[in-house]
């Protein structure tokens, strides 16, 4: 059990993005508390009233600047940090989207937070990845529509 008293320790809600190209998925270095330097999704933190296809676009856009488009919900998953410095826990909402300018490339906009987005083949990943996202990897999710 935690020493604070359990009102402080909430879970909190996140939702991230696998924008996907082809056969790629965009990928960006934390830079932050939780999950310093491990490869991750654009996303963040699900604002009071938001749907999920309006939190996508808007993290994405806020981190990125890219806009994107036919965004679905994909799955949901449970992360509990209690190993951290301070205990965090995050319900996790994945949704996939694409771009709605193929040509649009994505621009650094928080290099307090990460250190640069790219594209990274899927059956070719960097490392290391963030937690919540190298749980998904190594149960062999496929963030893919069947026909690519
Ligand atoms: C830590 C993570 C699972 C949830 C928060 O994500 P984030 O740090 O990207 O949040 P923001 O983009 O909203 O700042
Ligand atoms: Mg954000
Ligand atoms: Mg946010
Ligand atoms: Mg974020």
């Known amino acids: 059990n935690c020493s604070s008293n359990s009102q402080d320790l909430v879970p909190r809600v996140a939702l991230v993005v696998f924008l996907l190209k082809g056969k790629s998925v965009l990928l960006g270095k934390r830079l932050s508390s939780i999950g310093h ?42 992360n509990v940090f209690l190993e951290e410095p301070k205990p965090y826990h995050y319900v996790t909402i994945f949704v996939r989207a694409s771009l709605k300018d193929p040509l649009q490339t994505p621009q650094n906009l928080e290099p307090n937070k990460c250190a640069g987005w790219d594209w990274y083949q899927w059956n070719d990943l960097p490392e290391p990845l963030f937690r919540p996202l190298e749980v998904m990897v190594q149960s062999a999710f496929n963030p893919f529509p069947e026909s690519q």
């Open 37 to 78: 330097s491990t490869f991750a999704l654009p996303g963040g933190h699900l604002e009071f009233g938001e749907t999920f296809e309006d939190c996508a676009a808007r993290e994405v856009k806020e981190e990125t600047g890219l806009d994107i488009q036919k965004i679905e919900f994909l799955t949901v998953t449970n």
